[in-house]
């Protein structure tokens, strides 16, 4: 029988005084939760008690929920939150977040329910959305000249999923395949017990009870007003912000404005027209094509941001943007703040703070919810490995070391990408504060004269430097891990980049095996021909995956001894002219980086960590040792029994 429990501890968030009298235990019971009984000594009645709490039900939390349960773990998420995303705010889900959702088998279902493809196709800046348009760009690999580039990088291709959409996917998952999920719960506290247990104090809205959790992890994925970070005083490196935006979620079908204007992201801006201080200009985003869109509107520098216009303002500077008589029904009015912010480290002990709690930053290259996926699969497999013993603690210290500089690069990406845009308003001459100088120089565009030609250059320019927002694929998919989880000692040289990436790391990827790379994507068959499966697909499961060639029988058998001998699962697969696999494009050939009897080892989040140029020689360390030797150093087994 579970214990009565002292409901003093539970005082009443409300008004402070001591809360309702409901056994906790009833509370637990009820929510399928377990608690600790009294007749153990270690246990604190009152107290429910899980391995894993993740704080946050949003792309980072409910996405490491789902990996999690992949290693069989189970623990309880909690969301402050009433449910799952109520406004659509990402919408671009890249090939990099989408290869980590691959790995648990969302990645169609996903796929089903977005719109992809020529809803993508560009980005344009207009007067209206029916009105003039200034110019366009292909977006999200959509540019004839770049989508060899997309199709060669990954098995997914980029799709528009609003969050609204993703978030329940994922939480369903994680709440069927073992993770207890409650909303209205939110976390108010935690301590760290004296056998260094954390308790956190979470406060339930449903019933106005405050309990504890008792868990050995703890995950702060509570999003950019983090109190997981906030408690922890995690350092952050804050640069100052650039204002509000206003999201304006709206019903209205626009299919006939965009059977000639095809895209996701519209640009309005009038600089011929007065305006209201609070929508300057915008974007119009399509949510479902073409019936759902948000109306992201950007203040002017003199706005109140403590301002509320009415429903019918809002509703007029909607139209303004349709520009054509269309029926619009408003469905929601909210506002985030365009940050700068990185936690300069993302953990302490056994407390991993993950997406928008670490890194924030404005939707530009749309980096957010997908570098909050990535964050979740750089974690899962260490925190299982850890976990279940097979690594030392030490393996977590690299999730901060690698994911880190990640988060930097991307608010400095994101936010760069939003100053750029301030080269277009120029040529546009959206700036200025009085409407007859926007409109001279609206009107200098169309001018035969050298002040024309010299705008229309700089719209030119201004507009081809957003392909670094639009066609970012080296930000999203060139990322390179160092530190003790990459296993780099045999390599000649230092990693760097080549070809165009070297030119350009934003807009290029040029796949690569060095170690700390993500293992590039190669289509591969068999000899008689079924389904192609790439080397995405091969790798990650929850193992460790070795590629190896002719020549390259001594791997697999040394793969088979060192899995035994670390109890860490590794599959072996051989790529070559009648190998289990064939290298039907010879692209394997091109980029394995290795001899045709090498090998190249990849972590379980499909990261390059250690390769082979070849089998070793008679007198060279053996096979065995070599990936011994390789795989102990990224677990952190530096000596025998420091696990
Ligand atoms: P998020 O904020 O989503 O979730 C936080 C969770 O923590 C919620 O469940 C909340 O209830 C919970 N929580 C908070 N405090 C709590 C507490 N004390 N106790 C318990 N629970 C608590 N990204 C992208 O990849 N592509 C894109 O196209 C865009 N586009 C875009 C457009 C716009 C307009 C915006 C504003 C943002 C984007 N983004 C984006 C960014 C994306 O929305 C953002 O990065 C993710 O929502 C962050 O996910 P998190 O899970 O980190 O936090």
């Not at 119009?284 to 759902?292: A, D, I, L, T």
Request: net charge negative; proline share 6%.
């Amino acid at each position: 029988m579970p214990p009565s429990v002292d409901t003093n501890i539970f005082p009443n968030a409300a008004n402070g005084t001591t809360g309702n009298k409901i056994p906790i235990s009833r509370i637990c019971e009820a929510r399928g939760m377990k608690t600790y009984h009294s007749d153990s000594s270690q246990q604190t009645p009152g107290e429910v008690e899980t391995e894993f709490l993740i704080v946050g039900a949003g792309p980072a939390g409910a996405s490491l929920a789902c990996f999690l349960t992949s290693y069989g773990l189970k623990g309880i998420m909690i969301s402050s939150a009433p449910a799952t995303a109520n406004t659509p705010r990402a919408h671009i889900t890249n090939m990099a977040a989408l290869e980590c959702l691959r790995d648990i088998g969302l990645d169609e279902q996903l796929r089903e329910l977005s719109s992809e493809g020529h809803c993508m196709t560009h980005t344009r800046w207009c007067h209206s959305m029916a009105g003039e348009e200034y110019a366009r760009i292909h977006s999200w690999g959509h540019a004839p000249g770049r989508k060899g580039d997309y199709e060669m990088a990954s098995p997914c291709s980029p799709i528009d999923l609003p969050q609204t959409l993703l978030e329940p996917v994922l939480v369903r998952y994680a709440a069927q395949n073992g993770f207890n999920t409650r909303f209205n719960t939110a976390l108010s506290s935690f301590e760290i017990d004296n056998e260094g247990l954390i308790i956190a104090t979470v406060h339930d809205e449903v019933s106005n009870i405050q309990y504890k959790i008792r868990t050995k992890y703890l995950f702060g994925a509570d999003g950019a007003r983090s109190q997981v970070v906030k408690q922890l005083d995690l350092p952050l490196s804050i640069k100052p912000g650039q204002g509000l935006a206003i999201n304006v979620l709206v019903k209205t079908d626009l299919s006939h404005l965009v059977v000639h204007r095809r895209g996701n992201l519209h640009w309005v801006m009038q600089p011929d027209k007065e305006h209201p201080e609070f929508g300057w200009q915008g974007i119009v985003r399509m949510v479902k094509p073409w019936n759902e869109w948000m109306f992201i509107l950007f203040p002017n520098r003199d706005c109140d941001p403590s301002t509320e216009p009415s429903k019918e303002a809002y509703l007029q500077r909607v139209r303004d943007f349709i520009g054509d008589d269309t029926p619009a029904e408003i469905l929601d009015v909210s506002k985030w703040y365009i940050n700068e912010i990185v936690a300069e480290k993302y953990s302490e002990g056994n407390i991993f703070c993950m997406g928008d709690a670490v890194h924030r930053h404005p939707p530009m290259n749309g980096l957010g919810s997908n570098t909050c996926i990535q964050d979740a699969f750089n974690l899962a497999w260490k925190v299982a490995y850890v976990h279940k013993g097979q690594a030392p603690p030490s393996l977590l210290d690299t999730y901060s070391i690698e994911r880190q500089p990640v988060g930097r690069s991307i608010i400095t990406r994101a936010n760069q990408a939003f100053r750029d845009h301030f080269s277009v308003w120029e040529a546009l001459g959206t700036l200025p504060k009085e409407v007859e100088v926007r409109r001279k120089v609206l009107s200098e565009l169309r001018e035969a004269n050298p002040e024309g030609r010299k705008r229309r250059l700089a719209l030119q320019k201004a507009i081809t430097q957003t392909s670094h927002e639009f066609h970012g694929l080296g930000v999203e998919m060139g990322q390179v891990y160092h530190g003790p989880g990459i296993y780099d000692a045999d390599e000649p040289l230092p990693y760097e980049r080549r070809g165009r990436a070297a030119e350009d790391d934003v807009l290029y990827y040029e796949p690569s095996t060095h170690p700390g790379c993500r293992l590039p994507h190669v289509w591969l068959n068999k000899v008689i021909p079924t389904k192609p499966v790439s080397t995405i697909d091969l790798a990650g499961h929850g193992a460790f995956t070795l590629f190896t060639g002719i020549g390259g029988d001594a791997w697999k058998v040394a793969a088979n001894q060192v899995s035994e001998e670390l109890g860490v699962p590794i599959n072996v697969h051989s790529i070559g002219f009648r190998q289990v696999w064939e290298d039907v494009y010879f692209d394997w050939e091109r980029l394995r980086g290795v001899n045709e009897d090498g090998a190249v080892l990849v972590r379980p989040d499909r990261v390059v960590g250690w390769r082979a140029k070849a089998v070793p020689t008679a007198t060279e360390s053996s096979c065995n040792s070599r990936l011994s030797q390789a795989i102990r150093a990224i677990l952190g087994l530096h000596s025998e029994g420091n696990l």
